[in-house]
């Protein structure tokens, strides 16, 4: 077997057809249920496309200038850079800040913006997850709000750090 594991891996993974970006099939592949990755697709380039109408409205000359760009921005915005574990000791359970690695960081990313998303109920699901990526981009919405509240809980808990 050589030490290969079975999962789908960076290798594996083929850039999305109509941006060729690694990050967004990626993030298609988590938004897909059910195997309906066709589906997915079409939903988070219904997105795209309703970001680009909103950047056409923009004014400001630093905005970005691609939808791809805004994903992009709102995935690096919402990346957290500490969460707490629960650890025990002696009887006790801390929550003990840890540093996030990157994998991890993109995960919880695409996660906290698809869940803040879904749980935004009444409207196609193109139109809220457009908002929640754009909101993101502008460092606003559900998700930049559970990664500030992950960065909160660390902070107050930063005297168990030595736990770690």
Not at 78 to 86: A, G, I, Y
Not at 111 to 138: F, H, T
Not at 155 to 160: D, H, M, R, S
């Amino acid at each position: 077997m050589g030490g290969k594991s079975f999962t789908k891996s960076a290798e594996q993974l083929r850039p999305d057809p109509r941006f060729q970006d690694l990050v967004l099939s990626k993030f298609i592949n988590c938004v897909m249920e059910r195997g309906k990755k066709a589906t997915a697709q079409r939903l988070i380039y219904d997105a795209l496309d309703l970001i680009t109408q909103k950047l056409a409205k923009e004014t400001d000359p630093n905005a970005p200038k691609s939808s791809v760009e805004v994903f992009r921005m709102g995935i690096e915005n919402v990346k957290p850079f500490v969460e707490v574990r629960s650890k025990r000791i002696g009887g006790a359970n801390y929550q003990v800040p840890i540093q996030v690695g990157s994998k991890r960081q993109q995960s919880l990313a695409f996660r906290w913006i698809i869940d803040a998303a879904r749980s935004d109920k009444g409207r196609p699901m193109a139109q809220r997850l457009a908002d929640e990526i754009y909101n993101a981009a502008k460092k606003e919405g559900k998700a930049m709000a559970t990664r500030d509240q992950t960065h909160r809980m660390a902070e107050a808990n930063k005297a168990f750090a030595h736990f770690a």
